[in-house]
C-alpha cells in the first residue's frame, strides 16, 4: 500500500509540473507574493519546490503524519525546505551589523558614516540572509538601530554648513542643517522602499520577504527616519505603485504609546 501511495504521488507530482509549464494553476505559480512564477528562474524555482515537497511527504513523514496532512488536520509551513534543514523567519540585529561590520561571502563591509549608506546595507543584509535560508526577514528595532546614522548626517550637514560664511546664528545653522538631514533621509528611505521590491534573491526569482519594526524610538532622529519611510512608502514605487515591502509592523510600549497619558 505504502508503494501505491508513492505511486500515486509521482503522478500528482507529475501532473503539477504539467501546471508549471503550461500556466495552468495560478495558485501554484502564484503561491508568494513576492514570487514571479512565470519568469524562468520562478518556474525552477517552482519545480525544485514542488519535488523537495514531494520527497519530504512521502519519504522524511511517518504514514500517520503524512495522512494527517493529506486530510488537512494539520499543515506544515514551507514545508519544502524540510529536507534542507535550513532556519526560518529571523530576526536579525541590524544595530550590531552596522556597528561591527559584517561578511556577505565576497568581501567584509565596514560601518557606514551616513543613513544613506546605512539603508544601503540594510537591503543587502536582508538579500544576503534571504539566499542563506527560507521565510522572512525582519529587523526588530529599525528605528533604534538606525537612529545613530540619522545622528552622523546631521553631523556632516552641521559641519558643512559652518564651513560657508554665515549671519545665521547657531541656532538657525543646527536647524538648516536638520533641514538637510531630513532630505537626506527621505531620498534614502526612498531608495530603501525601491530596494525591497526590486532586489532579486535565490537566483533571481524572488525579492526578499522582509519587514521592519518601529514606534517606540522617541529620538529625534528616530521620529525623523520613521517619518521619511511612511513619507516614501505613500509615494510608491516609480509609477505611484503601492510598495509590497518591506511590512511595516508599528510597536506599541507601555509609558510610550499604549495609554492617552503616555507622553507619546
Not at 522524511?60 to 534543514?85: C, Q, R, T, W
Not at 568581501?107 to 543587502?124: N, Q, V, W
Not at 550637514?157 to 547657531?170: N, R, V
Not at 503601492?242 to 506599541?252: A, E, L, N, S
Request: contains cysteine; charged residues 20%; hydrophobic residues 30%.
Amino acid at each position: 500500500m505504502t508503494t501505491g501511495f508513492k505511486e500515486q504521488g509521482l503522478l500528482q507530482l507529475t501532473e503539477t509540473f504539467h501546471d508549471i509549464v503550461g500556466y495552468g494553476n495560478h495558485d501554484i505559480m502564484q503561491e508568494n507574493a513576492n514570487v514571479d512564477g512565470r519568469s524562468p528562474m520562478g518556474q525552477m524555482s517552482r519545480f525544485a519546490s514542488e519535488s523537495s515537497r514531494h520527497y519530504a511527504l512521502h519519504y522524511l513523514m511517518s504514514p500517520e503524519i503524512k495522512k494527517a496532512v493529506d486530510d488537512n488536520f494539520i499543515y506544515p509551513h514551507d514545508l519544502d525546505y524540510m529536507p534542507s534543514g535550513t532556519t526560518t523567519c529571523c530576526q536579525i540585529p541590524l544595530g550590531r551589523l552596522l556597528k561591527e561590520g559584517f561578511h556577505t561571502g565576497h568581501g567584509s563591509l565596514r560601518e557606514p558614516k551616513d543613513i544613506m549608506s546605512a539603508l544601503s546595507l540594510a537591503s543587502i543584509i536582508f538579500q544576503s540572509n534571504q539566499n542563506m535560508q527560507h521565510g522572512g526577514q525582519s529587523f526588530p528595532m529599525f528605528d533604534y538601530d538606525l537612529a545613530p546614522y540619522v545622528r552622523k548626517t546631521y553631523e556632516k550637514h552641521l559641519a558643512k554648513i559652518k564651513q560657508y560664511p554665515t549671519t545665521l546664528t547657531e541656532e538657525e545653522i543646527r536647524e538648516r542643517a536638520w533641514e538637510e538631514t531630513d532630505n537626506t533621509t527621505y531620498q534614502a528611505c526612498e531608495a530603501f522602499i525601491h530596494n525591497a521590491n526590486s532586489m532579486h534573491s535565490r537566483g533571481g526569482g524572488q525579492v526578499p520577504f522582509v519587514s521592519i519594526n518601529y514606534g517606540t524610538d522617541t529620538s529625534r532622529e528616530g521620529r525623523l527616519l520613521i517619518k521619511n519611510i511612511l513619507k516614501a512608502t505613500k509615494a510608491g514605487l516609480g509609477k505611484g505603485e503601492t510598495p509590497i515591502f518591506p511590512i511595516q509592523i508599528f510597536k506599541m510600549k507601555e509609558g510610550v504609546n499604549v495609554d492617552q497619558t503616555d507622553p507619546n
